[in-house]
């Protein structure tokens, strides 16, 4: 029986209690060893100990007091609290979401420093049981970086610094110090929420209370987030087996909570089985999902996903369980011997509505006070009358209600506009001023046949070889995938040109997404991915992804005129600051729709033409069809 | 372990067992020549995964296994998961065999299984003295079977706080070994722990994590290993008893034999055989009898006939039935923790009942 951790309650009696059975244990061994022992003991004093030694001892106390700065004490009143780690000098800070989850929007938080501070709620993701916050009323938060959790080896040093059993009463972290026991553990939800994939597991003390407190490694920064133990016929207390949400996979949710989204985690749209050979296979698969439309079928068998080769359905569940829905990753996959390689777009393990029941509606499973004594486990609801979950917004605090926004589909709308204006400033910042002229690209296909595109306020032209199509471009985005096979390439650019011109909110309903992989495909090395920032727009049918990277450049966009539906995708390689292109377009556009490359178009020449309207646009090409303008494969 | 004296490496020595967990990035000139993550991965090439019998409420289907013989002997505890015909046994690598039972010593509660594969690791009987206290020790075991096909077992750190006798009296459970086992001072002996290896920072097995035991008296779980010679004598006592058992073929001929043989003739009546392995308990004695005179007793476990050890009523059968008639029966039995002696004097004539 696996249960997460945190702290619901600290009734003095039940302290105890808890403490009862440690207590007796180190008692009894400490009288054993002390009748055991042998006469000579360890060097009395430190004259007798290498200086190695005692350089590295006062390297941990150094390091263990500057983790502690960055552990947070999170008290979520009558409902209990637990631990939470800070990541960032403005006060944003990691836990678990059934930590704050009781909660509710705003917490009270406290510090190594003796203070207390008002927390926000900023992102969730129920699936993971990761929550983000944020401490409000400083600038200069300490706070840990996160480290690659992927070089984390068996025996590594580490240190869990948190607040087990409430006992922090003055913010001080409790330290618990250990090895780690096992890398790339999962551990099953509890239903479809709070799966721990691809976890560390540690023989560090992790009691109740530790829950959301960071993991950190002999340098002391944070390779996880404590957030469960095995507990069993031993009651609710460690038993030198803990598990921690790895950084890795935290860094990947990262960017779409600080979007204060309630965020889904990722699904294949295929359940796999190991086969009696050994081998992972698919065992049923969806024929609506991504994968399906790319090839997968039932009884293909499982090579590697993101670059992490999977011998066992474990394996599978731990990478996707780190996944965030809406990446795409490449999936290898063998048939009758011939190894196929695939990018698949990943969908949500839940829907909206499923999500947002999850969030509200868990709260009486959430709220179990700590018993005294095992057994501790499986622990039903108790039936009482459910705590006042989320305070009324009349409630909170005015520091917390100048930073917080109630919008369906997130947990606070407020930090989305924050990552949005961010995003235009940078996308403002990395173009130099086109103006609304008509903006004009022009070069040479793949092929070497050339191309001309014309993109202007009232109207958006291709000239292919095989023909010209225009659509209009003043409203509503053409739902018509224009030019034919693109599967809407003028409407990508379209919404290219607002964004730069007009910015974000310009497109339509247009939200912070997140953060995504720059190059799906280079995930196939196994390595960790590049992530950039993505908008997603709405404009009447017409679904946009709009990939910005930190210099403000837009890196790629993806288009769908209709759900479920393959998008029109196309990628821009940056232009030099040499090539007379203006700053922030592209030297190169690959289209792509489904599994056919549509072109890859090679900029020779771009200008902006002044806004003087055009006296006849090129002839209304729609009825005309052009073919695809190469064949795939070509890149 | 050294104490610390004028010279300076015999200090390092000391300084590095007790302190060498909390060297970060120092070399310490006396410092083992591989770090912590190489003796672990070492190690744990050699310990198993073992899946048999359970997986109701209170008894897992799942312990470890130490692989100690390249022709691929794995020592384990013996319990109820290996009540099964299908015992599975798994690598580190997620080689996946099936093992056979080869025998138990009751006495240390000690299985030895066997697998057939090639290229296999193992960790060498090194006839290590005990260790003394502070020793700091890894364990590796399928604590609740959290690592699954190639992935590595758990890995736990903790010091030997102590090397005392095992005293089961307090206990819930009875355990009839008597002699001395480690204890450690961290919670090693989980479910599915029992069976794992104990071993130093070279990566020298100490010793085998044991069965898990709570003393009723106090609540306290008892986190100890059985200390790697006595290992390795139940290791031996099982091969040795192997060495004169039957092989399959032979076995059903004995078997027709055996089942000649009635212990009743000795004035003992053991537990109905209803299981493979149905442990050898007096159900009880007849007043009068040769089993009577030598002091046999209702609820005795019967763990060794004549010096070989047993651990099911069949096995008794077997053993009764290769004696010859006239030869001394002597049966080694578990009485209330305590291991107890019976002579039960010459073997009678094999019962000529149809």
Known sequence: ?635 | MQTGKRSGSVSGICCGLLLGWLVVGAAVSAAPPVSPEQTIAGSARCVVKLYGAGGVRGLEAYQTGILVSAAGHVVTVQSTVLDSDEIDCVLDDGRRYSATLLGCDPLRELAVLSIQGEDLPAFSWEQLPRVAPGTRVFALSNLFGVAVGDERVSVQHGVVSGVVPLDARRGAHEAPYRGDVYILDCTTNNPGSAGGAVVDWRGRLLGMLGKELRATTSGIWLNYALPVDEVEQGYRSVLAGQGTSPTPTAEAALDSVAMRFDPQLLGVVFVPDLLDRTPPFVESVRSGSAAAAAGLRTDDLVVAVNGRSVSSRTGVQHILAELATGDRVQFTVVREGSIVECGLGPRPALSRKP
Not at chain 1, 504 to 526: E, H, M, V
């Open chain 1, 1 to 635: 029986m696996k249960q997460t951790i945190a702290q619901r309650s600290r009734p003095r009696g039940v302290l105890r209690l808890l403490w009862c059975a440690p207590a007796c244990i180190s008692g009894w061994l400490l009288v054993i060893s002390a009748a055991f022992a042998e006469p000579a003991g360890p060097p009395a004093n430190g004259a007798d100990v290498a200086p190695e030694v005692l350089a590295a001892q006062q390297q941990r106390i150094e390091v263990i007091a500057r983790a502690s700065q960055a552990a947070v004490a999170i008290f979520a009143g009558e409902a209990g609290g637990g631990s939470g780690v800070l990541i960032s000098a403005d006060g944003y800070a990691l836990t678990n979401f059934h930590v704050v989850q009781p909660a509710g929007v705003a917490m009270q938080c406290g510090l190594a420093d003796g203070r207390q501070y008002e927390a926000v709620l900023v992102g969730l993701d129920p699936t993971g049981d990761v929550a983000l916050i944020k401490l409000l009323g400083r600038d200069d938060f300490p706070y840990a970086a996160l480290a690659d959790s992927d070089t984390v080896e068996v025996g590594d040093f580490c240190f869990a610094a948190g607040n087990p059993f409430l006992l922090a009463t003055d913010f001080h972290p409790s330290i618990s110090a250990g090895i780690v026991s096992g890398v790339h553990r999962y551990q099953f939800p509890a239903g479809t929420i709070l799966e721990y994939a691809d976890c560390l597991q540690v023989d560090a003390a992790i009691n109740p209370g530790n829950s959301g407190g960071a993991l950190f490694d002999a340098q002391g920064r944070i390779i996880g987030v404590n957030g469960r133990a095995s507990f069993e016929k031993r009651g609710r207390v460690n038993v030198g087996v803990g598990y921690a949400i790895s950084a890795n996979q935290l860094r990947h949710f990262l960017g779409c909570l600080k979007g204060g989204r309630l965020v889904d985690h990722a699904t294949l749209g295929a359940t796999a089985a190991t086969a009696e050979d050994g081998r992972v296979v698919v065992s049923d698969i969806l024929d609506s999902s991504d994968a399906y439309r790319r090839g997968l079928r039932y009884d293909d068998e499982i090579v590697s996903i993101a670059g992490r080769t999977v011998r066992t359905v474990n394996a599978l569940k731990n990478v996707l369980g780190t996944l965030p829905a809406g990446w795409r990753v490449p999936l290898v996959y063998r048939r009758q011997g011939r190894r196929y390689e695939i990018l698949v777009r990943l969908a949500g393990v839940h829907s909206a509505a499923e999500l947002a029941s999850i969030v509200a509606g868990e709260n009486s499973k959430q709220t179990r006070r700590p018993r005294p004594g095992p057994p501790a486990a499986p622990q039903p609801a108790e039936e009482k009358p459910e705590p006042p979950a989320h305070p009324a917004p009349n409630q909170l605090s005015a520091a917390v209600k100048e930073v917080y926004e109630a919008r369906p589909g997130f947990t606070n709308y407020h930090f989305n506009t924050v990552e949005l204006s961010r995003v235009a400033r940078s996308v403002a910042a990395g173009h130099a001023d086109p103006g609304r002229g008509t903006w004009v690209m022009a070069g040479h296909l793949g092929s070497g046949e050339p191309f001309r595109i014309e993109l202007a306020d009232s109207r958006a032209t291709i000239d292919l070889p095989t023909g010209t199509t225009s659509v209009d471009a003043s409203g509503d985005l053409d739902a018509n995938p224009s030019p034919p096979g693109s599967g809407g390439m003028l409407a990508a650019l379209i919404v290219w040109r607002r964004l730069v011109l007009e910015g974000p909110t310009a497109l339509g309903r247009t939200s912070y997404w997140g953060t995504a992989p720059l190059d799906p495909a280079a995930l196939i090395s196994g390595a960790e991915p590049v992530l950039i920032d993505v908008l997603e727009t709405a404009v009447a049918a017409v679904e946009t992804r709009v990939s910005v990277t930190p210099s403000g450049a837009v890196a790629a966009i993806d288009l769908w005129t209709a759900p479920d539906a393959d998008p029109c995708e196309l990628t821009f390689a940056q232009a030099l600051p040499i090539s007379g292109i203006p700053a922030g377009w592209p030297a190169r556009i690959e289209a792509r729709h489904g599994d056919r490359l549509f072109g890859v178009f090679h900029i020779e020449a771009a200008s902006v033409q002044a806004a003087a309207p055009q006296a006849d646009s090129p002839a209304d090409s729609a009825g005309e069809v052009p073919r695809p303008v190469e064949a795939p494969g070509e890149t």
